[in-house]
């Protein structure tokens, strides 16, 4: 290139600053510029994602896994100032996630000058949606304006690095928003703000500065600043009361001097302890993030155990899923148990909330489940547990094997021999060398109606032209309704029995029928219950008249090796 060209391109180049000087666009040039991507080979398909972001009085919440694993929130901007601790809060859809945040602060397209990277957790993210914590302070060497902010995550491995501002790795994503850095403060932040919740209040404290008085701002997560309910104090503390159990807060604390007033000081997502919920209670895990085999990530106020030291010999998660879904919505609660001798006994255990009541004896649970494969036994027990859902507590009180490897078929429990003491009801598994693994959702508890359901229909023994059903129930009179398979109840034939099973007759060879089975407690003025069913079976074979055929058309399946599939009959 000649020096003319050369001239010509400097003189550009001074008139362009000029230009933007003069507009007042220096600002600008920061968020005009063209900042490199991170690539990742996996992304946060499989929870690696930032999902809550808190960096002073910003938050962005649940913002899940964006497509490229790249979030652009360019739109929002972030407000900290100079000089002054800027408190962060960083959540994950998975467990040991690193995080790091760099902010461009002389605008020149990249994050790599000094002072740039600004904050890094040294030790891995707990469980999904557990809030990574920290602050970090922009020196008042660097000048007021506004920039780009980058935070990226990752899972595994060790601290992010100043130098990995454009670097990604398997699992992971990045964020990038506008930050503007305002000039320092006269009046000090409160820092180190912490918070220690009962059921009902919560207690906060932070190091106390010049100020004459502070402001607490708070109200359920996820409130605009400046709608929530206030109270002032004159000390580094405050008591707040009349809070609901089991739910996340947000608290925000400022100083106020004279004369001036601090930046606010937040801590976001706090929630307070868990109380017994009274009946009915339900849970479906859609709302929970999925978890893993080291990561339960179950529901909040639900308790986890697992016994033995192989992280893989028995686990259990919330499992989220659109492709394999649950019963009713994308989440279920996955249990699974190794085929390896080695541990045998270990046991995982996920435990409900503490069930108010529950020791009365008067309650009931229903829940839905399928089994993995066919091939497994699909079995795992259920207990009872106190309140802190301590292991020594537990008494496993049924056994449950789960018929059917589709969704649709609803098991009711009658909780009626609970002690003293029981709260909580476990899932348990227990590695016994055989693997298996099987899904629950849509786990519900209500008080036992005057007039229960009979429970566990089961059949007893067919004939060509009969079939006797049998059922488990406490009341002494029962109706029962039989039909070809998919009738519509009130078109079969009815029968009424005073034992806990029924043999219809008059039923035709090979035939598939439904049967529905109702509790009748007339007797005692508490009416009937509702229908149960329906229950499938089907009659044994007979003699086949001639001329007959079988063509092993499509309707007949197909078999294998291991299973020959053969006609019914054959």
């Given amino acids: 290139m000649d020096a003319s060209k050369i001239h010509t391109n ?96 002389n605008s020149d397209g990249d994050f790599n000058d000094t002072g740039e990277f600004v904050w890094s957790n040294s030790t891995s993210s707990g469980t999904a949606g557990t809030a990574t914590t920290g602050s970090f302070t922009i020196p008042s060497t660097f000048s007021t304006g506004t920039y780009r902010l980058r935070i990226i995550d990752h899972f595994g491995g060790s601290q992010m690095l100043a130098s990995e501002s454009c670097t990604g790795t398997s699992y992971g994503e990045y964020h990038d928003y506008t930050v503007k850095v305002n000039p320092a403060s006269s009046c000090g932040t409160p820092l180190n703000l912490s918070a220690v919740t009962t059921q009902t209040t919560a207690g906060l404290n932070w190091d106390a500065t010049t100020a004459n008085y502070y402001v607490v701002e708070y109200d359920t997560s996820g409130f605009t600043l400046g709608t929530g309910d206030t109270v002032w104090v004159y000390t580094d503390t405050a008591y707040i009361t009349g809070l609901m159990a089991n739910t996340a807060y947000d608290f925000y604390v400022k100083g106020v001097c004279t004369g001036a007033t601090s930046n606010v000081a937040s801590i976001t997502g706090v929630y307070t302890q868990c109380a017994a919920y009274a009946t009915p209670y339900s849970q479906n895990f859609d709302n929970t993030l999925s978890g893993g085999s080291t990561n339960p990530s179950l529901p909040q106020c639900w308790e986890y155990y697992k016994s033995g030291s192989n992280t893989y010999s028995t686990y259990q998660y919330t499992y989220s899923s659109t492709w394999s879904p649950g019963n009713s919505g994308s989440g279920s609660l996955y249990l699974n148990a190794s085929s390896s001798s080695s541990y045998l006994g270990d046991t995982s255990a996920s435990m409900t909330p503490v069930i108010q009541g529950l020791d009365s004896a008067t309650k009931m649970m229903e829940f839905y489940g399928r089994a993995g494969s066919s091939s497994y036994d699909g079995e795992f027990f259920l207990a009872y547990a106190n309140a802190n859902g301590d292991a020594s507590s537990m008494r496993i009180f049924d056994t449950i094997q789960l018929a059917s490897t589709t969704w649709g078929a609803k098991y009711t429990v009658y909780l009626d021999n609970a002690q003293t003491g029981d709260a909580r009801i476990a899932f348990v598994m227990v590695c016994d060398g055989a693997y298996d693994y099987m899904y629950l959702d849509d786990i519900s508890f209500a008080d036992i109606p005057p007039c229960p359901e009979p429970i566990s229909l089961t059949l007893n023994g067919t004939t060509q032209t009969s079939a006797t059903i049998g059922w488990t129930s406490s009341s002494s009179a029962f109706n029962i309704e039989v039909g070809p398979m998919g009738f519509t109840q009130g078109t079969g034939t009815s029968y009424t029995s005073t034992t806990n099973s029924y043999t219809a007759t008059g039923l035709t060879q090979n035939t598939y029928y439904d049967a529905y089975v109702m509790a009748n407690c007339t007797s005692t003025g508490d009416g009937t219950s509702n229908w149960v069913g329906p229950f499938t079976f089907k009659t044994e074979c007979g003699s086949f008249t001639s001329p007959y055929s079988e063509d092993f058309g499509y309707s007949d399946g197909s078999g294998s090796s291991s299973n020959p599939d053969l006609p019914d009959c054959w």
């Fill in 10 to 105: 400097v003189m550009k180049k001074q008139l362009l600053t000029i230009a933007l000087s003069v507009l007042g666009l220096s600002g600008f040039t920061a968020q005009a510029q063209s900042y490199c991507s991170v690539s990742f080979s996996t992304g946060c398909t499989y929870g690696d994602y930032i999902d809550d972001v808190t960096i002073g009085t910003f938050s962005d919440m649940n913002t899940g896994c964006s497509s490229g694993s790249y979030y652009d929130g360019t739109s929002d901007t972030i407000e900290i100032s100079l000089a002054d601790p800027v408190a962060v809060s960083l959540t994950s859809g998975y467990s040991s996630q690193y995080y790091g945040i760099w902010i461009d602060l």
